[in-house]
């Protein structure tokens, strides 16, 4: 094996701001800590986390890396202590804690997998982030089962393209909202039952005629659409809550919540242990990378960028006309 360089290219946050702030450094390379790998990074994606911490509104968890970037591809350099089951020159798809706008980037080993079959780095380094997050989400927290109906609001997002397929794959009805007629078709080939125009239009009232009721709402925008989602579930319904695009505060009824028996839960993905999302990879492992490989469900790229553009492929994400993923190669 080729020794490994003492430095790294990456992308810093040179102080909170704009995509300008996002600046091409040399740092050397991260140090391992027992049971994680370090990934020579071929593709990392962008997603809306980035963006907040880029802005200052979110800042990594203590003991993670002050480098944006969730989610890689590549393969496995260095291998520290207490790790089994990995190589190097093996590729992996990887959940990180941060530091994946690098050429380099430690994670902790249970929160890689193995690609796809028929998966290249740029389409699994699409994976993580949004699987994670939707396969905990809308299957662990709100329990979608077969024969059920779910809102997803966002459709035309990673988040949503993601949980659009696999709300499908699993054998329930979707409805989802999206911002405009190109985005409801987009949706709509994916597989989404109905879509519903949320601008200048009471989409709630749509959902309602269309679904007579929800079983599940996965829910990014919170804020006034909370109390909506509420009362758009069947009883027995859960609402999930991912993130906050419409603000953190509402007023809801704590009536309609004992009436119809309702959960509302939510939960963020970065702060959760790594025995945690090990538990997630073991579920997508088993029950998702099948239906990647045959080709049932599969990652939307919208746009790539190379790492040295990052504030190229954050202004993209920002302007909200992707459907899918913004990806940026390295």
């Known amino acids: 094996m080729s020794a490994l360089p003492a430095t790294m290219t990456c992308v810093e946050i040179k102080s909170p701001g704009g995509p300008e702030v996002l600046v091409p450094a040399t740092r050397p390379l991260p140090q391992l800590e027992p049971g994680e790998l370090l990934i020579k990074v071929a593709a990392t994606g962008v997603n809306r986390p980035d963006i907040a911490q880029r802005s200052g509104s979110y800042p990594p968890p203590k003991g993670a890396s002050d480098l944006p970037g969730l989610e890689a591809a590549g393969t496995v350099a260095a291998i520290a202590d207490g790790v089994t089951g990995w190589k190097v020159g093996d590729a992996a798809c990887a959940l990180t804690p941060g530091g994946s706008y690098a050429e380099y980037c430690a994670v902790p080993a249970p929160q890689c997998l193995p690609l796809p079959k028929g998966f ?155 025995a945690s999302k090990g538990r997630m990879a073991q579920g997508l492992k088993d029950k998702v990378w099948p239906l990647l490989e045959a080709g049932t469900i599969r990652p939307i790229i919208y746009k790539t960028f190379p790492l040295a553009d990052a504030a190229g492929a954050h202004a993209e994400l920002e302007r909200a006309d992707h459907v899918g993923k913004v990806m940026m190669t390295v």
């Open 120 to 274: 290249d780095m740029l389409h699994a380094a699409a994976l993580p982030e949004n699987y994670f997050t939707v396969w905990h989400n809308l299957f662990e927290r709100g329990q979608l089962a077969a024969g059920e109906s779910v809102l997803i609001h966002g459709g035309a997002s990673g988040i949503g393209t993601t949980a659009i397929q696999l709300a499908k794959a699993f054998g329930a009805k979707v409805f989802t909202t999206v911002r405009n007629v190109q985005k409801a078709e987009a949706v709509t080939k994916l597989g989404a039952d109905h879509a519903v125009l949320y601008k200048d239009n009471d989409w709630a009232a749509e959902v309602k005629k269309l679904s007579g009721g929800v079983d599940v709402v996965l829910d990014m925008v919170a804020g006034d659409y909370l109390p909506k989602n509420l009362q758009l579930l069947k009883q027995d319904g859960r609402c999930v809550v991912i993130a906050l695009q419409g603000g953190a505060a509402a007023t809801i009824s704590a009536g309609i919540l004992m009436v119809n028996r309702l959960t509302l839960t939510g939960s963020t993905l970065r702060p959760q242990s790594v």
